[in-house]
């Protein structure tokens, strides 16, 4: 076990409160929140796999949310013309939410600039060391989600 006032722990919280404080998570996406452009590129996808809308039900399992958060979400995309609602022809009482070619356009938008933004990190950091903090990255994703459920 690592000792609480070592020069490794500290430096590792340095560097995780240098994250947080920098708030690069929350940061816009062209003008997309993280939330939205989540939302936006879940259907995307969804529509991609399946050739078909999502239901609200399935986006938020997707993403790991509630319904209602979705909903609010859906309803601001809704209201700036990227998303429109149907209502499912199998079961009226569903509806299916797809993008709009705005929605679409836009949507690639922030994509292309999220990736312009990790490219710009490789080019950075260079590829051998952009592999290893992806590795670590990794196993700390793991480490937190196996401490998580230690915690339960």
């Known amino acids: ?44 996808q969804g529509a991609n796999e399946k050739n078909t809308e999502m239901k609200i039900s399935e986006i938020s399992q997707v993403l790991q949310v509630t319904p209602p958060t979705v909903t609010q979400i859906i309803n601001n995309l809704e209201r700036d013309g990227l998303v429109e609602r149907t209502v499912d022809q199998e079961d009226r009482r569903a509806v299916k939410i797809k993008l709009t070619l705005a929605g679409l356009e836009a949507t690639m938008q922030a994509r292309q600039k999220f990736t312009e933004t990790f490219t710009g990190l490789i ?30």
């Open 1 to 44: 076990m690592a000792d609480i006032e070592g020069t490794t722990v500290q430096k590792l919280q340095k560097s995780f409160m240098q994250f947080k404080k920098t708030g690069w998570h929350e940061k816009k996406i062209n003008r997309f929140n993280p939330s939205d452009y989540k939302v936006l590129a879940t259907i995307q």
């Open 123 to 152: 080019d950075f950091l260079g590829e051998k060391e952009s592999e290893q903090l992806a590795d670590l990255l990794t196993k700390v994703h793991q480490y937190f989600i196996e401490l998580e459920s230690l915690n339960k």
